[in-house]
Nanobody, 123 residues
Framework: QVQLVESGGGLVQAGGSLRLSCAAS????????MGWFRQAPGKEREFVTA????????LYTDSVKGRFTISRDGAKSTVYLQMNSLKPEDSGVYYC????????????????WGQGTQVTVSS
């Protein structure tokens, strides 16, 4: 059974940093893109960033460019999201997801999802 488990969320003041982790288990994720999405209350789940299976290609939504960094450790089947200069609008539940051979922002291409971790940025 495939599992994606996120951790590292919490409460932080604006301008602060958090590092999210997503541990994958249950199968090999070689060839899979790993992505992060977020969902604020009353809003749709939106794409944040993704990294291809080798780590050679990344994609970011415009609002987080220069502040967030995605990385992955293939040996540990773990993907990380370093979030710096956090803003209140970054608040929401952050979800880790996996997509086979797709590097992009479309939710429907990701077929494995974690349960999410809450990030709250206070002003």
């Amino acid at each position: 059974q495939v599992q994606l488990v996120e951790s590292g969320g919490g409460l932080v003041q604006a301008g602060g940093s958090l590092r999210l982790s997503c541990a994958a288990s249950g199968r090999t994720f070689s060839g899979y893109t790993m992505g992060w999405f977020r969902q604020a209350p009353g809003k749709e789940r939106e794409f944040v960033t993704a990294i291809n299976w080798s780590g050679s290609s990344t994609l970011y939504t415009d609002s987080v460019k220069g502040r967030f960094t995605i990385s992955r450790d293939g040996a540990k089947s773990t993907v990380y999201l370093q979030m710096n200069s956090l803003k209140p609008e970054d608040s929401g539940v952050y979800y880790c997801a996996a997509a086979p051979y797709y590097v992009g922002s479309r939710k429907d291409q990701y077929n494995y999802w974690g349960q999410g971790t809450q990030v709250t940025v206070s002003s």
